[in-house]
Nanobody, 127 residues
């Protein structure tokens, strides 16, 4: 079992930055791939980014590529999402999710591929 807690959300002006954290419980965190998803107002939840358990591979949605960076610190059981050049359309509830990785290279981008979810953190970007 893995429990996930997101933090770091808030209100920021367009062009600003935020860093989200996803803190995980469990001794085997280093074996879990972590993904970030978001749900914008009136929209379905969508993939944002993911990182393999080793941290060696990442993948990003086109809408955030070049602006967002995912990283992990397995010693601290934490994954970070650095969000720069934020836009009003980035306003959403951001969720982190975890699943046990089957290999150090496999990338998981589908919601259905993840077994554990956090409660979400609100990010609001004002224009």
């Amino acid at each position: 079992q893995v429990q996930l807690v997101e933090s770091g959300g808030g209100l920021v002006q367009a062009g600003g930055s935020l860093r989200l954290s996803c803190a995980a419980s469990g001794r085997t965190f280093s074996r879990y791939a972590i993904g970030w998803f978001r749900q914008r107002p009136g929209k379905e939840r969508e993939f944002v980014t993911t990182i393999t358990w080793s941290g060696g591979r990442t993948s990003y949605a086109d809408s955030v590529k070049g602006r967002f960076t995912i990283s992990r610190d397995n010693a601290k059981n934490t994954v970070f999402l650095q969000m720069n050049s934020l836009k009003p359309e980035d306003t959403a509830v951001y969720y982190c999710a975890a699943r046990e990785g089957t290999s150090y290279r496999t990338i998981y981008t589908g919601e259905y591929e993840y077994d554990y979810w956090g409660q979400g953190t609100q990010v609001t970007v004002s224009s």
